[in-house]
C-alpha cells in the first residue's frame, strides 16, 4: 500500500523546480506589472479554405501556449488576420491594410507562392518581414529579400529525393505533371538536374492551367498516353491534383503499366482527403517531410482535435502546414522578444523617456526580426527550427505508398544515406540508390511487379537512320525487291544495331533509310552520308561508318565495335615443286651417299661385333651380312627385333639411334618446310614495292582509302581501281595489269578478314600498316541519350564477341 502511494507521489525534485520557477514567475510580474508591450503582426490567409481554417487555429494555439509559458516576457503577440479571398490581388491588398492601418512588426503568411511573391516585394518596401509557412516555390528565394522568411520546405529540397526514386526503379524518363503557376514552375528546374544526375532525363513537359476544364486535362491524358514513357512526376496543388487522379483513373491510366509520383505538393495535404477519394491514387508514390512522431506532436495533435471537432468533421484534419504554422507562430513570439530587448539597450533609444523609449522600440521590431530569427533555435512540433539564409533547413523525407484505406510507409531519404527502410543506421552506411531499399510497393492496378517506365507509343516519332548502299556487303547489305518495291536490310552492322536497340530499358522507334537515289545507286560517298547527319536529315547513321577525327567534327560516333586498321592483300606466289621426286630435295647427293655409307658401316660393325656370341647373327656370311643390314636399316623407324648382347655393340646402337633419330626429324621438318610455308610468298613485300613498281592498287568504292592512297601514300590516281563486292575484287586481281587488273587492296582489316575467310590459299595480308578506331556508330545531338548509353552496351558487345 505504502509503495502504491510512494508511485503517485510527485518526487521532491520536481516539487522544489515547480515552486522556483513559480516564485520566479510572481516576482517578475511583481516587479513589472505594466511591462507588457503590445507588438501587432499580421496574418494574411485564404479563411474559407481548408488550409486556411487549420493554420489560423494552429497559429492561434501556438500564440496562446507560448504567452502561457513564457508569461515573464514584456511582450505579447496580438494577431489581425485578413483573408486573401484566394487572390494575390486580395493578398496585397489585405498586406497593405494591415502595414497601414494595424501598424503591424510582422506579417505570418500569404498561403500561396503567387500571394507570397507581390507581398514580400511590399514587405521589402516596408522593411516589415513576411513569414511564411506554406509558399514553397523555389522562384521566391530568387528575389532575394532579407525580409522574407520561410518556415517551410523549400521544393527544391523533395527533387534529388524524387531523383533517387526514379534511380531505383531503372527508369530512364520520366514526365513531370505540374500547374502552370509560379508554384509549378518552380520546381521544374532541379527536378531536371536531379535526374540528369541519374541518368534520366524529361522528353516532355505537360502543363496544366490551373483553371483547366476536366475535358481541357482529358485531352491532355490522351496526348502523355500516346508517348512512350509512363513514369508520371505530379506537382501542382491538392484540388487540381486529386481531380486530375479522378480523370487519370477514368481513362485508363491507373494500370500496371504506369508509375506516378506525386510530391510534397500533394502529400503534405493528404490529411484533407477524404478516404473515398483515394481509390483513385491507388498504388501512387509521394514524398513527404519526415516528422518524428514523438510525445509532444501527440499531445498537440489531440489538444487540437479537441478543440476544432468542427473542421474534423468537415474532413479537414491537421498537416505540415498547420504545424509549420504553429512553429512560425512560436518562432516569431521568440524573435519579437529578443528583437524588442535588443532594441532596447540601443543607443538610440535609452536616451529617451520610457513612454517614447518603448514606442520607439516597438516601431524599430520589424527592422531586426530577419536577423534576430536567423539566430532563433528550438525544437518545434516539426522538429530543430533552423533558419539558415532565410529558409527552414530540411533533413528527411519518407516514401509513402498511397493506398485506398491510408498511406504506407515504404522507406525515408536522406542527403546523406539516400533511401532507406529505417533511419536508425550505423554510420558507415554507404550512400544508396537501390530499389532493395525500399519495402515491397503495391503499384496501380493492384500489382507488385515495378511498371518497366515505358511501351511502343501509338504516335512517337521514328528516329531515321541512315544506311550506306553497298551490294554484298558483310557488314551493310541493302536488297530491294522490284515487286513489292520492299527494301531488306541485313548484315553483322545491322544486327549489331538492333540488338543494341533492344537492350536499352526503354523503346526507341526508328526506321532504317537507304542513301541512295531514286535509281537505287548510293547518294555519295561515306563522308557525305555522315554529314547527312549534321544536316538533320538523318538522326543516325548504322554500317561500316569508319571513325575518323574528320567526321567527328560535325557527328558523334559510339564506341568502336569492329577491330580497327588497315590492311594490305597480296596475291600469293606458290613455287611448290610438283614432280614425283620432290622427296628427294630436302637431302642433297652428298648427305644421300654418306648416309647410305654409315647404314652399310654400323651394319657390317654389328655383325663383326656380335656373330660370335649372338645366334640372331649367327650364320654363313651371307645371312650375317643380311642381318646385319637389315638391322641397321629398321633402327631408322626403329623396327628392329635383334638384340645385341655386348656392350660396345650396345654402344654403337646408341650412337646409330640417335644420329637416325635427328636426320629422320630434319628430314621431315625439311620436306614440310618445302611443300608449305617456303613454297608460299607474298608477290609484294610491301607498300613501297607497289608505288616503286607503278602497280595498280585496289581500293572500296566511295571508302576514304581513295583519299589517303593519294594524299599520306601519293599513290597516282590512274592507278587505283575501285570495286564495291568483294567478287569484283576477286575479279580484280583475276586480270593483268594490262587489262585493269590489281597487284595488292588496300582496305579495313574486317574487310580483309572476311576476302581471307574464302581465299585464303590464293591471298595473304601484309601487316597492318595505318592505324584507324574501327567502325562506329553515328548520332547526331539530339540522339546523345541512346549515344550516351549505347557506350556502355557496346563495350559489353565487343567484349563478348571478340
Known sequence: MGKKQTDHMPSFSSLLAFLISFIFKEILAAEFPSAVVPVNVGLVLDMNSWAGKMSSSCISMALSDFHETHSYYKTRLFVHSRDSNTTVIGAADAAV?????ENVQAILGPQTSMQANYVINLGQYAEIPIISFSATSPTLSSLRSEYFIRATLNDSSQAQAIGSLVQAFGWRAAVPIYVDTEFGEGIVPYLSDALQDVEAHIPYRSVIHPSASDPEIVAELYKLMTMQTRVFIVHMPPTLGYRLFALA???????????????????NHLSFLHPSKKKYMEGVLGVVPHVPRRKKLNRFISRWRRKNQQLIDDHVDLSFFGLWAYDAATALA?????????????KETIQSSSVHHQVSAISQIGKSLPTVLSKTRFNGLTGSFNIVDGQLQSAYFKILNIMTNGERAVGFWSPEKGLTRTLKLPESRLYSSSQVSLKGIIWPGDTTSTPKGWVIPTNGKKLKIGIPVRGGNAFVNVVRDPSTNKTTFTGYSIDVFDTLMNMLPYHVPYEYVPFSKPNGESAGTYNDLVYQVYLKKFDAVVGDITIRANRSTYADFTQPYTDSGIAMVVPL??????????????LTWDLWVISACFFVFVGFLICILEHRTNEEFAGNNRQQVGTGFWFSFSILFFAHREKVVTNVARFVVIIWCFVVLILTQSYTASLTSMLTIQQL?????????LIANADNVGYPKGSFIAELLMQKLKFDESRLKEYDTLDELELLFSKDKAHGGIAAVVDELPYMKIFLSKHCSKYTMVTPFIKTDGFGFVSSDHFNVFLKYSHLCIKFMYLMIF
Not at 491594410?97 to 492601418?101: A, K, S, T, V
Request: net charge positive.
Open 249 to 267: 483513373k477514368q481513362v485508363g491510366m491507373m494500370t500496371e503499366e504506369y508509375a506516378w509520383i506525386v510530391t510534397t505538393g500533394m502529400t
Open 681 to 689: 610468298e607474298p608477290s609484294v613485300a610491301g607498300i613501297q614495292d
Open 334 to 346: 521568440k524573435a519579437v522578444e529578443g528583437a524588442y530587448i535588443s532594441t532596447m539597450r540601443s
Open 97 to 101: 491594410d494591415l502595414m497601414r492601418n
Open 573 to 586: 606466289h606458290d613455287r611448290r615443286t610438283k614432280n614425283a621426286w620432290v622427296f628427294l630435295k630436302p
